[in-house]
Nanobody, 117 residues
């Protein structure tokens, strides 16, 4: 059974930083293309960042987070990260980790990020 588990969310002040982690199990991690999504109350889930499978993955970011967020992966640890800097209140959302391979997709349970003073 493939499982993705997010961690690292919490409460942070505007301008602060958080690093989210997503640990995968039950699948060869290198096979998974990974992404972070977020969903704020009353809004649809949106793609935040993605990284391709394997080593040296290509990355892509939503315009709203470019220059502030960085997605990376450590294949030896079966983990994908989202480094979030210069956080804004509008970044407040539940952040979800997604992996996909060969037509299947897998989702974590989400971790809450709240940016507030």
């Amino acid at each position: 059974q493939v499982q993705l588990v997010e961690s690292g969310g919490g409460l942070v002040q505007p301008g602060g930083s958080l690093r989210l982690s997503c640990a995968a199990s039950g699948i060869i991690f290198n096979w998974l293309a990974m992404a972070w999504y977020r969903q704020a109350p009353g809004k649809q889930r949106e793609l935040v960042a993605s990284i391709t499978s394997g080593s040296g993955g290509r990355t892509n970011y939503a315009d709203s987070v470019k220059g502030r967020f960085t997605i990376s992966r450590d294949n030896a640890k079966n983990t994908v990260y989202l480094q979030m800097n210069s956080l804004k209140p509008e970044d407040t959302a539940v952040y979800y980790c997604r992996g996909d391979y060969s037509g299947s997709e897998y989702w974590g349970q989400g971790t809450q990020v709240t940016v507030s003073s």
